[in-house]
T-cell receptor, first 112, second 109 residues
């Protein structure tokens, strides 16, 4: 069974640009959640999608958005990038309940 | 929201030593997981343990939900055990994990 797949793995952007990250969950999993990891703030929850609906949202500005497709794949978008958006973005999937979450390898974003 | 605290923040061990990592949480949880973050950033699942005790090779974990803490035991540590260990808890109905600040473990020869 394939794991959680995130693309791209690494990317470099400049301030003011936008970026789209993709996440394909484990087959059969309907929940995809996104997390941001920075040295200063640690691992923080961004949002979660379940059956194409945003079910929960963390405390991030509106520049951070996401969506989920009918095949459960998810994308997150960050617009008007700031230097502070440089981070490791991790995606996790599970069956939508209280079960175990499984993480992808992450997308490492650098904003110059 | 729920608070998750891990201790110690840093730990240096010689190869072969044993260690105990602790995770305290401030409210009832539906799920608790332990992860090891590898040098490339991926979170590797160690245990899914909302309560009770589990063992996997040299690693074991115990969660006492009524007292709101969990322990991760590493026995006969190896250099490959180095990295950051995170505890994360899930509350409510959505799949939102709240992470602790982690324990950075370094195992030396």
């Amino acid at each position: 069974k394939a794991g959680v797949t995130q693309t791209p793995r690494y990317l470099i952007k400049t301030r003011g640009q936008q970026v789209t990250l993709s996440c394909s969950p484990i087959s059969g999993h309907r929940s995809v959640s996104w997390y941001q990891q920075t040295p200063g703030q640690g691992l923080q929850f961004l949002f979660e999608y379940f059956s194409e609906t945003q079910r929960n949202k963390g405390n991030f500005p509106g520049r951070f958005s996401g969506r989920q497709f009918s095949n459960s794949r998810s994308e997150m978008n960050v617009s008007t990038l700031e230097l502070g958006d440089s981070a490791l973005y991790l995606c996790a999937s599970n069956d939508g309940g209280n079960g175990e979450l499984f993480f992808g390898e992450g997308s490492r974003l650098t904003v110059l | 929201g729920i608070q998750v605290e891990q201790s110690p923040p840093d730990l240096i061990l010689q190869e072969g030593a044993n260690s105990t990592l602790r995770c305290n949480f401030s409210d009832s949880v539906n799920n608790l997981q332990w992860f090891h973050q590898n040098p490339w950033g991926q979170l590797i699942n160690l245990f899914y343990i909302p309560s009770g005790t589990k063992q996997n090779g040299r690693l074991s974990a115990t969660t006492v939900a009524t007292e709101r803490y969990s322990l991760l035991y590493i026995s006969s540590s190896q250099t490959t055990d180095s990295g950051v260990y995170f505890c994360a808890v899930l509350t409510g109905t959505a799949s939102k994990l709240t992470f602790g600040t982690g324990t950075r473990l370094q195992v030396t020869l």
